[in-house]
């Protein structure tokens, strides 16, 4: 499976997003050390409970929609050798930091960047997983989000799975008044939004999904969750699997089938 990469021009971006592209060109390379200021808790919590219920042993290929400078893509590829990557973003200053880890991590026979909008975007060839971590957020209309879950639906081979990160609208975010939705493109930024989880139910069920499960990670304020004592940690993978986790932290995780 292979897809052309490189800077061979700008992809046809929709005209809702171009302008983040800037913006995620301009801030590329600080993307990695600001999300690390989450903390360790936070990232056990989300990408550590991804990495153990995706079934990544049984090898095979992975759609990354939205991979940006390869947080998730890198983690994987070194943990599960078997599984193959097709990175893909809008942002070429992104991929090519990308890029550029895997080649220092020797790891690039095994991600493939693609730079390409994935509201547009199918994969070849069919894959086992997609996995959208905190980008369907961004997505600025309804419609493109849609057109975005049909693209992961067509890009599934029979049996595989969507797994995706979004932010939760939480009962606390209402009662101090938080904007659902907060739209900075006009001035240099991006557009941004959390989803109550029917919401995000009914968005995956309009694209074809019906084998939908949610489950969510109790995370609290990053000032909080770095004080977590470590030995709780274990703990809060296991609370994940609790039915109704969803309504807990401010983090929904999503995996879905087709019919």
Known sequence: MTESCGHSGAPDVNPEQRAEVVFRDRTATGYAGLVAERGHYWWYTVQQFLLR???LQR???LYDAGCGVGV???KIAEEFPTVRIL???FSACSLELLRESARERGLSERIVCVQADITQWVAPSPVRWVLCTEVLQHI???DLRLRALQ???KSLMPGGELWMVVARYTCRDQHRRIPKEIDERAGGGYFRMRFVPDELRGLMRQAGFSRMHLFGAPVPPARIGQRLPRKLWKFALWLQRVPGSFWMGRVLIARARLC
């Open 87 to 89: 990175a893909v973003d």
């Open 72 to 74: 998730y893509a890198l």
């Open 140 to 142: 600025p209309t309804q």
């Open 151 to 153: 693209c992961f639906a």
């Open 53 to 55: 219920c995706m079934g």
């Open 59 to 61: 090898g095979g290929w």
